[in-house]
């Protein structure tokens, strides 16, 4: 169990376009589900943290209004990137939690974001 | 600060040596993971360490924790060719994750 889905795995876009990657958990409910984006080798850096129906709460350094985090329900969050530029082109990983206790957090495949 | 500082960064093996990868971590923490990343691919969680002494083997990989020095460590033997990709190792801290730098690993023949 714990399985974590991410769609698009790969999306090319054209700069000043937004578009939306969806985190899915499969069999289970998320309290929690983080977004993280990760640059060529380098660590994974936390972009922010969502709770199902509340605002989402940003890492320092991120800007709420270009990167949209909807947490609609238990196993849905999306990620939006708005008016995205090429230095937006990252791997952009999910994960999420099925307790508020230990916080495990169960990570999606990624998606690949190229901005053209 | 939370911080976690890993060596080495970059690691090239010969394959059938051992060798261990340290990561040290900046404040108490309940639990501390390592996870493999393939290129081009997400995250796969190898182990989570729960307690000071814990140790956990998994095939050539064997992780170990001692929350009083803030180490863990993740020690290869013998290593195979398969083995190559990136390790990290992660600290809870509250419901967030503190990632290290990550240790490329290559195994060569």
């Known amino acids: 169990g714990a399985v974590v889905s991410q769609h698009p795995s790969r999306v090319i876009c054209k700069s000043g376009t937004s578009v939306k990657i969806e985190c899915r958990s499969l069999?289970?409910?998320?309290?929690?589900m983080f977004w993280y984006r990760q640059f060529p080798k380098q660590s994974l850096m936390l972009m922010a943290t969502?709770?199902?129906?509340?605002?989402?709460?940003?890492e320092q350094g991120v800007e709420k209004d270009k990167f949209l985090i909807n947490h609609a329900s238990l196993t849905l969050s999306t990620l939006t990137v708005t008016s995205a530029h090429p230095e937006d082109s990252s791997f952009y990983i999910c994960s999420a939690s099925r307790d508020g206790v230990t916080y495990e957090q169960y990570f999606g495949p990624g998606t690949r974001l190229t901005v053209t | 600060e939370l911080k976690v500082e890993q060596n080495p960064l970059f690691l090239s093996m010969q394959e059938g040596k051992n060798y261990t990868i340290y990561c040290n971590y900046s404040t108490t923490s309940d639990r501390l993971y390592w996870y493999r990343q393939d290129p081009g691919k997400s995250l796969e969680s190898l182990f989570v360490l729960l307690s000071n002494g814990a140790v956990k083997q998994e095939g050539r990989l064997m992780a170990s924790l001692d929350t009083k020095a803030r180490l863990s460590t993740l020690h290869i033997t013998a290593a195979v060719h398969d083995l190559s990709a990136t390790y990290f190792c992660?600290?809870?801290?509250?419901?967030?994750?503190?990632f290290g730098a990550g240790t490329i690993l290559r195994v060569k023949s």
């Open positions: 969502s709770n199902e129906g509340s605002k989402a709460t940003y």
């Open positions: 992660a600290f809870q801290y509250g419901n967030k994750l503190v």
């Open positions: 069999d289970f409910q998320a309290t929690t």
